[in-house]
């Protein structure tokens, strides 16, 4: 089982978690964003941090980053 979490540092909370049998960014790593996406209105300029492993660096979650790119750094 994993647990993928996407915390909102500033205000200390979770905004987006996915648990799931495999750490597919498609099973795991993109549910939890649409959850955290969903919470949160994107409106100004922000950080996103990761590992920067695979599953971050691929083009599955790079594509879905691509649509907010003005404002993800």
């Not at 540092?9 to 049998?21: A, D, I, N, Q, T």
Request: charged share 20%; net charge positive; proline share 1%.
């Amino acid at each position: 089982m994993y647990l993928t979490v996407i915390i909102h540092l500033f205000h200390r909370k979770v905004v987006g978690w996915s648990m799931r049998e495999t750490l597919n960014t498609s099973d795991a790593i993109i549910p939890a964003w649409n959850m955290a996406v969903r919470s949160n209105d994107i409106t100004k300029e922000f950080i996103f941090h990761s590992d920067r492993g695979s599953r971050y660096a691929g083009y599955g979650f790079a594509d879905i980053l691509k649509i907010h790119n003005a404002l993800i750094k």
